[in-house]
C-alpha cells in the first residue's frame, strides 16, 4: 500500500525520472476475457486522454467496454480535483455504485485520476468507502493491470497512490476516441502553484516528453490519416525546460508544423512564460491554428499577485495584444474566476473592464473553490456566496455578448471545418470546427468525417454557427 502525501507532492526538486516502455506481463494479458468495464472520466482534457490509455490497458487484459454501469464487472471512475463540484460529482456516482455493491459484492470498484492524490479523499476511502476495490494514482497510472489484477484476485483494498513522480512511460496502449484528431502529451505536471490550485499537487512536477518520441507518435497519427493534433500540457509553455538548453514549445511547434499535419492546437497556455519565439512560430506556419486558450483568472492585479499568477493585468493585456496581431482570424479564449478570497467589487468590475477589453471568443468562468492543502485556501474570505454567485451572472452575461458578437462577425465568411459527424440536434446537418474552434451545424450532401471542407457561414448564435456547405 502507498498513501499520497502533500509534503512529498510539494517538493520540487532536480526531478530524476527514467523514460521507460510499457510493458504488459504475458500472463495478464486476455486473463480477463470477455468481462464487461465501465470508465467515467470527470476533469479536463489530461483525464479524458489518460481515460484513452486506460481504456486501452484494460482491454488488453480482456475487459471490453460497457456503458451502463449497472451492467459492468469492473467500474472505474476518472476523477478531478479541480473545483468541489468535480468532488460532489464522483463521491455521488460512488454512492450508487455502492447500493449495486450491497446487491452484487463480486463486482470490483476503483477510483483513479487527482482525487485518488488527496490525502483527504484517501483517508475519506479508508473509513467510508471500506467496499471500494482499489485507489491507483496519476503517476502509475501505467501499473493499473496489476492493481486491477490483485484487487480481483487478493480482495483486499489496494490503495496505491505515489506522491512524487514516477518514470514517463511511453508506448502506452491507446484507444482513441476520434479516428481524424487526437491528443498528444508533451508535458505532466505544473510547477506554477497558483494559490488556488491544486494541480501541482495531483499531477506532480513538470515533466517533458522527449521530443523525439512526440514527434514518433505525430508521425504515425498523420500515417493513420489523423488531421489534427492537440498539444496537452497543465502548461505548455514550459515545455523542454526540464530536458534541453535550447528547445522549448516554439521549437518543438515549428518540428510538428513541418510535418505538415492540417491542424496542430495547444493547451493549455500561462501567460507568464509565452514567448516570442513561440508568438513568432505562431505567425510562420499555417497548419498552427489561430486559437489559444489564454487563461487570465482575474483584471485586477492585486488579486492576480493573491493568487500567484506571476503577471500583472497590464502585462497580459500586451501579450494578448501580440498574439491577436498574429492573424485577423486569430480567436482567444479564457478561464476566470471570480470570488476570490477577499475580491472587492473593484477588483470584479477591473476583471469586466478587462473583458471588455479583451472580448473573448470563449471563456470558462467559475466561483472560487478552496482546495485542500492550497495556500489560498486558509485566506479570510468576506465575501458571501450569494455575491460571488451575483458576479458570475453578471461575468457570464457580458462574456456572452461578446460570444454572440465574435460569432455574428462570422456570417457570410467560408471557414474550413473538420467535420466531426451528424449534428446532435438535427439528423439532417453535421457538425464540426472551425480553425478558430468554432463549433458549426452546417447542411450539406456527401459529407465525410474526419475530413477538412469549407462551410460558407449563415448564422450565429452564442456557442456556434450555422453553415452551409459551400462548393466553388
Ligand atoms: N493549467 C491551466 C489550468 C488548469 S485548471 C492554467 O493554468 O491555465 C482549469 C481552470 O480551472 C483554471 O484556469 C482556473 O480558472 C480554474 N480553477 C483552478 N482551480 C480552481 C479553484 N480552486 N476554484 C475555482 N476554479 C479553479
Ligand atoms: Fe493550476 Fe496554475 Fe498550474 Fe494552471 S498553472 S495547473 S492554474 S497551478
Ligand atoms: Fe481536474 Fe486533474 Fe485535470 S484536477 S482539471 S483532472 S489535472
Same mark, same amino acid.
Do not use: A, E
Given at each position: 500500500m502507498h498513501l499520497p502525501n502533500y509534503k512529498e507532492a510539494k517538493k520540487r526538486e532536480k526531478v530524476e525520472y527514467q523514460t521507460l516502455d510499457y510493458n504488459l506481463k504475458k500472463e495478464l494479458k486476455n486473463k480477463y476475457c470477455g468481462k464487461k468495464y465501465f470508465l467515467k472520466t470527470y476533469g479536463c482534457q489530461m483525464n479524458e486522454h489518460d481515460s484513452e490509455n486506460i481504456k486501452a490497458m484494460l482491454e488488453e487484459l480482456g475487459f471490453i467496454e460497457e456503458n451502463d454501469y449497472r451492467q459492468a464487472d469492473l467500474l472505474l471512475l476518472n476523477t478531478c480535483s479541480i473545483r468541489e463540484n468535480a468532488h460532489n460529482k464522483a463521491f455521488g456516482m460512488l454512492g450508487r455504485i455502492q447500493n449495486l455493491k450491497e446487491k452484487n459484492r463480486n463486482i470490483v470498484v476503483g477510483l483513479c485520476g487527482c482525487m485518488a492524490q488527496e490525502e483527504g479523499v484517501v483517508e475519506k476511502i479508508q473509513k467510508k =468507502?471500506? &467496499?471500494?476495490?482499489f485507489v491507483i494514482g496519476t503517476h502509475n497510472l501505467y501499473q493499473l493491470p496489476q492493481v486491477v489484477d490483485s484487487a480481483i484476485t487478493n480482495r483486499n483494498q489496494e490503495i496505491e497512490v505515489y506522491s512524487h513522480n514516477l518514470d514517463i512511460v511511453e508506448n502506452a496502449p491507446v484507444i482513441r476516441d476520434k479516428s481524424y484528431k487526437a491528443y498528444v502529451n508533451i508535458i505532466y505536471g505544473c510547477?506554477? %502553484?497558483? $494559490? =488556488?490550485?491544486?494541480v501541482p499537487y495531483t499531477r506532480g512536477s513538470e515533466r517533458s516528453r522527449r521530443k523525439e518520441d512526440i514527434l514518433k507518435e505525430i508521425a504515425d497519427l498523420i500515417n493513420d490519416g489523423y488531421q489534427e493534433v492537440t498539444l496537452l500540457g497543465q502548461n505548455v509553455n514550459a515545455y523542454g525546460k526540464d530536458l534541453y538548453e535550447d528547445y522549448g514549445l516554439g521549437e518543438l511547434l515549428e518540428d510538428i508544423a513541418k510535418m505538415n499535419i492540417p491542424r496542430i492546437r495547444f493547451v493549455t *497556455?500561462?501567460? &507568464?512564460? %509565452? $514567448?516570442d519565439k513561440m508568438i513568432e512560430k505562431i505567425g510562420k506556419y499555417e497548419n498552427i491554428m489561430p486559437s489559444i486558450h489564454l487563461p487570465?483568472? *482575474?483584471?485586477s492585479n492585486t488579486i492576480l499577485k493573491r493568487m500567484g499568477r506571476r503577471y500583472t493585468k497590464e502585462s497580459y493585456l500586451e501579450l494578448f495584444d501580440k498574439l491577436k496581431n498574429i492573424r485577423k482570424e486569430m480567436a482567444i479564449s479564457t478561464d476566470i474566476i471570480v470570488g476570490f478570497p477577499g475580491e472587492s467589487e473593484e477588483d470584479f468590475q477591473e476583471t469586466l473592464d478587462l473583458v471588455e477589453y479583451c472580448q473573448y471568443d470563449n471563456a470558462f468562468t467559475f466561483i472560487y473553490s478552496p482546495r485542500e492543502n492550497t495556500p489560498a485556501a486558509n485566506l479570510s474570505d468576506d465575501v458571501s456566496l450569494n455575491e460571488k454567485e451575483k458576479r458570475l451572472y453578471r461575468l457570464n452575461e457580458m462574456v456572452n455578448q461578446y460570444f454572440l458578437k465574435n460569432n455574428k462577425n462570422q456570417i457570410g465568411q467560408v471557414q474550413k471545418v473538420l467535420v466531426e459527424g451528424k449534428s446532435l440536434k438535427n439528423n439532417n446537418m453535421y457538425f464540426g470546427y472551425t480553425e478558430s474552434n468554432k463549433l458549426v451545424n452546417f447542411t450539406g450532401a456527401n459529407v465525410e468525417v474526419g475530413t477538412i471542407i469549407e462551410v460558407k457561414i449563415t448564422d450565429a448564435k452564442t456557442w456556434s454557427l450555422d453553415g452551409e456547405l459551400y462548393e466553388r
Open positions: =468507502y471500506k &467496499w471500494l476495490n510547477n506554477k %502553484f497558483c $494559490t =488556488y490550485c491544486i *497556455s500561462h501567460p &507568464w512564460d %509565452f $514567448t487570465v483568472q *482575474s483584471g
